[in-house]
């Protein structure tokens, strides 16, 4: 059972346009919410993260939102540039757990 | 730059082989991971060890032993290995698995090791 779901699997975007990429979960006791970047041939790296006592948290180019009653959260890449052309995974667990559970991905490529 | 080390980047193994995997890390962290990744796939979960003590085992094959000598270092032997255990195998940390919520559960994965059995 796919507990956390992410859409799309695929994006392409211009440079400087806006990239989104939505996810919903099911699982009502998650209360952290990270979403990783993954270069080819690379590991997971954190990109940002959420917990659920905020609707948003912006980090430079990128921010998520978070809608807790709909159980589901976004990322929103601004101007995106082509080297932020990689796989997205957004994730969930409970914080004072150890399991991370992964949405399936998403690829994104930024055109030039 | 992580500061989760893995080694080595690449094996390939024959199926009657025994290699191990390594991992590393030098955050003070107390709890560490493998996971398993296909292409095109995300991550999944195969072992979790909290405070030096295996804490999670998400039904992985015998053929997969995990070890952890202490706080920093684990490894994964290998043995027996079938071609569809060709993957990308990651070590990750976290500073607890047990813990106040307030300080978040933030996972942070190595490089990797591609493996390949042939």
């Known amino acids: 059972q796919q507990q956390v779901k992410q859409s799309p699997q695929s994006l392409i975007v211009q440079k400087g346009g806006i990239s989104i990429i939505n996810c919903a979960y099911e699982?009502?006791?998650?209360?952290?919410f990270p979403w990783y970047q993954q270069f080819p041939g690379k590991g997971p790296a954190l990109l940002i993260a959420?917990?659920?006592?905020?609707s948003e948290k912006k980090e430079g180019r990128f921010t998520i939102s978070f809608n807790k009653s709909a159980k589901q959260f976004s990322l929103h890449i601004m101007d995106s540039q082509p080297g932020d052309s990689a796989t997205y995974f957004c994730?969930?667990?409970?914080?004072?757990?150890?399991?991370?559970?992964f949405g399936g991905g998403t690829r994104v490529l930024v055109k030039p | 730059d992580t500061e989760v080390t893995q080694t080595p980047k690449h094996l390939v193994m024959g199926m009657t082989n025994k290699k191990s995997l390594k991992c590393e890390q030098h955050?003070?962290?107390?709890?560490m991971y493998w996971y398993k990744q296909k292409a095109k796939k995300p991550p999944e979960l195969m072992f979790v060890?909290?405070?030096?003590?295996?804490?999670i085992n998400e039904s992985v094959p015998s053929r997969f032993s995990p070890e952890c000598p202490n706080s920093s270092l684990l490894n994964l032997h290998l043995h027996a290995l079938q071609p569809e255990d060709s993957a990308l195998y990651l070590c990750?940390?976290?500073?607890?698995?047990?813990?106040?919520?307030?300080?978040?559960?933030?996972?942070?994965f190595g490089e990797g090791s591609w493996l390949t059995v042939v």
């Open positions: 990750a940390s976290s500073l607890a698995g047990t813990g106040n919520w307030r300080s978040g559960n933030t996972i942070y």
């Open positions: 955050m003070g962290h107390r709890a």
């Open positions: 994730a969930a667990s409970r914080a004072a757990g150890n399991k991370l559970t």
């Open positions: 060890y909290s405070y030096e003590k295996l804490s």
């Open positions: 699982n009502t006791a998650f209360d952290y």
């Open positions: 959420i917990r659920p006592d905020v």
